[in-house]
């Protein structure tokens, strides 16, 4: 069985292949040179690199793969939630791939993709914890069978990884902001600066960002050192992501949680993650951000539980909560 999954949710061209479950290809065309000067992903823009570079992706994929066309069994995308251009981009590409090969089409939800990115070449099954972390999501699932996803907490405000970009800027660094702090935060103490851990000893599972860039800027005013900051500003979002975690697994009786998205690639994270009393499982740093082989693996999971396709009449979906349509 072989997938061909395209990924164009945001700036990232991703076109990945997968062959019984394993990734033979995954190409990502990055947009970052382009949307840095703005700060931030420009979605006219994003949409009109992904028009230009899905060929040459989708070429460049199936020639490390070592198949053709006619090699694919099934052609899947992303159909939500995302940034509406770049999605429709993607979505039409694929649909247009499949009616022209008479191959199977499927709509693949982008939560969905990046859990089944971590889980690649696992054979986990659920019930399980999920916390996606990323530019555009920070939330914690549990995950009581395959394809049931109940939402126990979420961000108030910015997501894990636009907090990072936010203070990113703040401090003058680069984007995207989360590697950029994560290197200057190796030069820094992580004590230095007395940020408080947000939604620290409330109930629930929900988090909040949005105050930590304002408190970036009142230490950055205060001549705080921005490699203490920044290290000390990292420590303070994986304490809050650990928080959650723990409490989680606790309170629901699990014993694995599955970590995906961009900020999953933060090894301050990682390392809090290996001390924890759990089954962890994280993705390759190859598929922790976007990228066409985790709508692969999702799709090729869907179809082994049964699952035949969508319908080339299938539209894009913005804000698609998980659960619904992958």
Same mark, same amino acid.
């Given at each position: 069985?072989?997938?061909?999954?395209?990924?164009?949710?945001?700036?990232?061209?991703?076109?990945?292949?997968?062959?019984?479950?394993?990734?033979?290809?995954?190409?990502?065309?990055?947009?970052?040179?382009?949307?840095?000067?703005?700060?931030?992903?420009?979605?006219?823009?994003?949409?009109?690199?992904?028009?230009?570079?899905?060929?040459?992706?989708?070429?460049?994929?199936?020639?490390?793969?070592?198949?053709?066309?006619?090699?694919?069994?099934?052609?899947?995308?992303?159909?939500?939630?995302?940034?509406?251009?770049?999605?429709?981009?993607?979505?039409?590409?694929?649909?247009?791939?499949?009616?022209?090969?008479?191959?199977?089409?499927?709509?693949?939800?982008?939560?969905?993709?990046?859990?089944?990115?971590?889980?690649?070449?696992?054979?986990?099954?659920?019930?399980?914890?999920?916390?996606?972390?990323?530019?555009?999501?920070?939330?914690?699932?549990?995950?009581?069978?395959?394809?049931?996803?109940?939402?126990?907490?979420?961000?108030?405000?910015?997501?894990?990884?636009?907090?990072?970009?936010?203070?990113?800027?703040?401090?003058?660094?680069?984007?995207?902001?989360?590697?950029?702090?994560?290197?200057?935060?190796?030069?820094?103490?992580?004590?230095?600066?007395?940020?408080?851990?947000?939604?620290?000893?409330?109930?629930?599972?929900?988090?909040?960002?949005?105050?930590?860039?304002?408190?970036?800027?009142?230490?950055?005013?205060?001549?705080?050192?921005?490699?203490?900051?920044?290290?000390?500003?990292?420590? /303070? !979002? &994986? #304490?809050?992501?650990? @928080? +959650?975690?723990?409490?989680?697994? %606790?309170? *629901?009786?699990?014993?694995? /949680? !599955? &970590? #995906?998205?961009?900020? @999953? +690639?933060?090894?301050?994270?990682? %390392?809090? *993650?290996?001390?924890?009393?759990?089954? &962890?499982?994280?993705?390759?740093?190859?598929?922790?951000?976007?990228?066409?082989?985790?709508?692969?693996?999702?799709?090729?999971?869907?179809?082994?539980?049964?699952?035949?396709?969508?319908?080339?009449?299938?539209?894009?979906?913005?804000?698609?909560?998980?659960?619904?349509?992958?």
């Amino acid at each position: 069985m072989v997938v061909l999954g395209i990924e164009t949710s945001c700036d990232d061209t991703g076109v990945g292949i997968v062959a019984d479950g394993e990734v033979v290809a995954n190409k990502v065309i990055s947009q970052t040179l382009l949307h840095a000067r703005y700060g931030g992903v420009v979605p006219e823009l994003a949409s009109r690199e992904h028009a230009a570079a899905l060929d040459r992706a989708t070429e460049e994929a199936l020639i490390e793969a070592g198949i053709t066309v006619a090699d694919i069994d099934l052609v899947a995308a992303t159909r939500g939630p995302g940034l509406v251009g770049p999605l429709l981009v993607g979505l039409t590409y694929a649909k247009g791939l499949a009616w022209g090969t008479d191959k199977p089409f499927m709509g693949i939800h982008h939560l969905e993709g990046h859990i089944h990115g971590a889980l690649a070449g696992s054979e986990v099954e659920p019930p399980f914890l999920v916390l996606i972390a990323s530019g555009g999501h920070t939330h914690l699932y549990d995950v009581p069978a395959w394809g049931e996803y109940r939402l126990l907490g979420a961000t108030r405000d910015d997501a894990a990884g636009e907090a990072f970009d936010k203070v990113a800027r703040t401090l003058g660094l680069g984007y995207p902001g989360g590697p950029e702090i994560e290197k200057l935060a190796l030069q820094g103490d992580e004590l230095a600066v007395p940020f408080t851990v947000p939604m620290k000893g409330r109930e629930g599972y929900d988090f909040s960002f949005s105050g930590l860039k304002t408190a970036a800027i009142r230490f950055v005013e205060k001549g705080y050192d921005p490699q203490d900051i920044a290290a000390s500003f990292q420590r /303070v !979002v &994986v #304490a809050s992501l650990i @928080s +959650a975690i723990e409490r989680a697994a %606790r309170d *629901l009786g699990r014993k694995t /949680v !599955v &970590v #995906a998205g961009g900020v @999953s +690639a933060n090894q301050v994270l990682r %390392r809090a *993650l290996s001390q924890l009393d759990l089954q &962890v499982f994280l993705p390759s740093l190859e598929l922790a951000s976007d990228n066409g082989a985790m709508i692969a693996l999702a799709a090729w999971h869907r179809w082994r539980l049964g699952e035949r396709g969508d319908g080339l009449d299938i539209g894009v979906e913005p804000y698609l909560p998980l659960g619904e349509g992958g």
